[in-house]
C-alpha cells in the first residue's frame, strides 16, 4: 500500500468510527432488553440463565454474560452505549493478531499498519455488510448470541494458532469455543462442521491414531470442550418448548426456502452491497500485492481456479446454513440469523481481493481507478451516512427520552391500572426500534412495562 492510500483509508475508518460514535450515543433499550433487565433484577443472573434453558432456548452463555450486563447497569442505557463500539474494537483487534498468527505460520511479515488497516477495513465491511445493522450491532441482547459468537470465533482462531503459551492458550481457546457452543445453534453448527472437518483432514495426514493424538492435543481438547458446550446448549429442555411454536418441519420442503433464500441473497441483498464491497475489500487487494514478488507454496493455484474453488465452497457452506435455517425455523430467518451471511461474504470477498492482489490480476490502470474510485465512493458513502443519519437517530433518540421521561413520571402519580396511549417513535434509521405495538398484549408493551415497572398498561396511539 503506498503511503497516499493508507492515509486516505484511515481517512475514511476514522469518519467510520465516528459513524459508530454518533450512533451509539443515539443508541437506547429496546423491547427484549427490558424483559431481561426486569428477569435479572427480580431472579438474579443464575436464575434467568435457569428460567431460559428451561422453558425458551439453551442459549446459556450468552445469557449469562448478558445477565451481567443487565444486573449491573439496569434501565441506565448511558452505561450501554459503548458497547456496539466495543464490540467493533474487540473484532477489529482480533483480526489484527489473527493477521499477524496467519501470516508467521507462512513466512511472510505484514507491517502494523498494514494489519491495522485490513482489520480496519474488514470491520467496517461486516458492518455494511449486516443484514439488518441496528439488529446486528445494536441491540444490545442480541449482541452476545450473533456478534458476540463470531468475535469469540475469530479469538479462539487466534488462539488456536499461537504456538507461545501452550497452556494459557488452550485455555483461552477452550473458554471461547464453550461460549461458542452456549450461544447461536445454527452458528455452532456451522462451526463444529469446519473443526471436523479440520480433525478429519489432520486424521488423514497422520500415519495412525497415537500421533494424531500428540499432534493434535490442542485441537482435541478444544475440541471436546466445544462439544460439550453444544450438547448442553441442545439438550436444553426450553429448546423444544420454543420449537413447538414453529410449524412441523419438513426435510423436503426446506430445500425450497433453501433457494428462497438463494434468490433473497442474490436479487434483494448482494446487489445493493456491491459498493461497500468495492471501498472495504479493495484493501487487502493491494495487502496481497505487497507480496507478489514473494513466492509461496501456498498460493500455487492461478487466480481462476482459487476463485472457482473459493466460490464453490462459498455457495456450499451458503447452502449448509441456508438449509439448517429453513429446517430449523421452517422459514429463511431473521436479519440477525443472517449476520452469519455477512460474516462469510466478508471473509470470502477479503480472501477473493487478496489474492488477486497477490497473483497481479489488474494492470495499471485498472489498479489505479480501483485506488482512486475506492477512496472517493468511500468517503462518499461515509459522509453520506454521517448527514443522513445524525438528524434521524437524534430525532429518535430525543422522542423516546421524553416516552420514558413521561411514562416513569406518570408512574409516581398514577394508582391504579388503566391504559395509556403513546405517540409513535421515529424511524431509528441505522438504530434498532423500541416501538411498541398497538396491542397491549403485544410483546414490546409487555416488555416496556416490566422494565420499567409501571402500574399500567401502554399501547400505541394510532
Not at 477495513?121 to 449486516?130: G, I, K, P, V, W
Not at 442480541?142 to 463470531?150: A, K, N, R, T, V
Not at 513466492?295 to 441456508?322: A, M, P, R
Request: proline share 2%; charged share 15%.
Amino acid at each position: 500500500m503506498s503511503k497516499s492510500y493508507s492515509k486516505q483509508l484511515t481517512f475514511i475508518l476514522a469518519l467510520f468510527v465516528c459513524l459508530l460514535l454518533m450512533l451509539c450515543y443515539f443508541n437506547r433499550l429496546a423491547t427484549d432488553d427490558y424483559y431481561f433487565i426486569w428477569d435479572v433484577r427480580h431472579n438474579g443472573i443464575i436464575g434467568n440463565v435457569k428460567s431460559q434453558y428451561m422453558e425458551w432456548c439453551g442459549r446459556f452463555a450468552a445469557t449469562f454474560a448478558m445477565g451481567i450486563i443487565y444486573k449491573y447497569f439496569d434501565i441506565q442505557y448511558s452505561y450501554y452505549m459503548l458497547f456496539p463500539l466495543f464490540s467493533a474494537v474487540l473484532l477489529s483487534t482480533g483480526i489484527y493478531f489473527l493477521l499477524g498468527n496467519l501470516s508467521s505460520k507462512i513466512s511472510i511479515t505484514f507491517t502494523k499498519s498494514h494489519k491495522s488497516l485490513a482489520a480496519g477495513s474488514f470491520t467496517a465491511l461486516l458492518y455494511f455488510l449486516s443484514i439488518d445493522i441496528g439488529e446486528s450491532w445494536f441491540w444490545f441482547c442480541g449482541l452476545s448470541s450473533y456478534l458476540w459468537s463470531i468475535i469469540a470465533f475469530v479469538w479462539a482462531c487466534i488462539f488456536l494458532s499461537n504456538t507461545k503459551h501452550a497452556l494459557l492458550s488452550t485455555l483461552s481457546a477452550v473458554i471461547c469455543f464453550i461460549y461458542i457452543g452456549g450461544s447461536s445453534e445454527v452458528y455452532s453448527a456451522i462451526y463444529g462442521l469446519f473443526f471436523t472437518i479440520l480433525l478429519f483432514r489432520n486424521y488423514r495426514k497422520s500415519e495412525n491414531i497415537n500421533l494424531f493424538i500428540s499432534s493434535n492435543k490442542k485441537l482435541l481438547i478444544v475440541y471436546g470442550a466445544f462439544a460439550i458446550s453444544f450438547i448442553v446448549f441442545l439438550i436444553a429442555p426450553g429448546n423444544y418448548l420454543r420449537d413447538g411454536l414453529f410449524p412441523e418441519h419438513q426435510f423436503w420442503y426446506s430445500f425450497f426456502i433453501t433457494a428462497k433464500s438463494f434468490v433473497k441473497f442474490g436479487i434483494f441483498y448482494l446487489p445493493f452491497k456491491l459498493s461497500y464491497i468495492l471501498v472495504f475489500a479493495t484493501p487487502l487487494l493491494f495487502l496481497g500485492n505487497t507480496l507478489k514478488s514473494i513466492d509461496l507454496k501456498i498460493f500455487n493455484l492461478s487466480f481462476k481456479s482459487f476463485f472457482i474453488k473459493s466460490s464453490i465452497l462459498f455457495i456450499g457452506v451458503l447452502f449448509i446454513f441456508f438449509f439448517m435455517v429453513a429446517y430449523v425455523m421452517v422459514e429463511t430467518g431473521p436479519p440477525r440469523m443472517w449476520f452469519f451471511v455477512s460474516f462469510l461474504l466478508s471473509i470470502y470477498c477479503c480472501i477473493i481481493s487478496f489474492y488477486a492482489g497477490y497473483k497481479n490480476v489488474f494492470n495499471i490502470k485498472q489498479v489505479l481507478f480501483l485506488k482512486n474510485g475506492s477512496i472517493i465512493l468511500g468517503i462518499g458513502l461515509i459522509v453520506f451516512h454521517l448527514i443522513t443519519q445524525f438528524p434521524i437517530a437524534s430525532k429518535y433518540s430525543k422522542a423516546n427520552d421524553e416516552r420514558i421521561e413521561f411514562i416513569t413520571d406518570l408512574n409516581t402519580k398514577i394508582e391504579k391500572d388503566t391504559l395509556i396511549y403513546l405517540s409513535p417513535l421515529p424511524s431509528p434509521g441505522m438504530l434498532y426500534s423500541t416501538e411498541i405495538a398497538g396491542d397491549t398484549n403485544h410483546f414490546t408493551n409487555k416488555e416496556l412495562r416490566l422494565g420499567y415497572e409501571l402500574k399500567f398498561h401502554v399501547a400505541l396511539r394510532k
